[in-house]
């Protein structure tokens, strides 16, 4: 009994290159999941530079390591496209746009009143973009 469906590479007509960026995503999921998910204070103090000293604070805590457990998952399925079914590029490429958009807007509408910025916000920005670029590159070659 097969579990995993069959490879549809040879299906995908864009550019080879259009799947680095979604590469990246997948491994600024991974990372950041997992810091999430390791770190005794999820990364909230040691990375974002958060004051969890507080009452809620060791929610917020639980909340990322439950959120991190949902990244290295996100990741672990754009792993699975990019390495055997490379015909789901583009829509995964459309999906991490809205995703870094989303995250984006956050940041510009709900600030933490830390002046520490944490390093996944600049990467998430520049994901962004590269993947707005690759959505070109997606495209079928045929035309």
Same mark, same amino acid.
């Given at each position: 009994?097969?579990?995993?469906?069959?490879?549809?590479?040879?299906?995908?007509?864009?550019?080879?290159?259009?799947?680095?960026?979604?590469?990246?995503?997948?491994?600024?999921?991974?990372?950041?999941?997992?810091?999430?998910?390791?770190?005794?204070?999820?990364? =909230?103090? /040691?990375? !974002?530079?958060?004051?969890?000293?507080?009452?809620?604070?060791?929610?917020? *805590?639980?909340? @990322?390591?439950? $959120?991190?457990?949902?990244?290295?998952?996100?990741?672990?399925?754009?792993?699975?496209?990019?390495?055997?079914?490379?015909?789901?590029?583009?829509?995964?490429?459309?999906?991490?746009?809205?995703?870094?958009?989303?995250?984006?807007?956050?940041?510009? =509408?709900? /600030?933490? !009143?830390?002046?520490?910025?944490?390093?996944?916000?600049?990467?998430?920005? *520049?994901?962004? @973009?590269?993947? $707005?670029?690759?959505?070109?590159?997606?495209?079928?070659?045929?035309?």
């Amino acid at each position: 009994m097969m579990i995993l469906p069959p490879p549809t590479n040879a299906q995908y007509k864009g550019r080879l290159w259009a799947c680095v960026p979604l590469a990246l995503v997948a491994l600024q999921s991974f990372i950041g999941g997992m810091v999430h998910v390791v770190l005794p204070d999820s990364g =909230l103090i /040691s990375v !974002a530079g958060l004051n969890v000293a507080h009452e809620g604070g060791l929610q917020m *805590i639980g909340m @990322a390591a439950r $959120l991190g457990a949902t990244q290295v998952a996100y990741a672990l399925v754009l792993a699975f496209i990019i390495l055997r079914h490379r015909n789901l590029i583009l829509p995964f490429l459309v999906l991490a746009i809205v995703e870094k958009s989303l995250i984006g807007l956050g940041i510009l =509408l709900k /600030s933490t !009143a830390s002046d520490h910025m944490p390093p996944g916000i600049y990467i998430t920005i *520049i994901l962004l @973009a590269v993947s $707005l670029l690759a959505v070109y590159g997606a495209r079928s070659n045929s035309n």
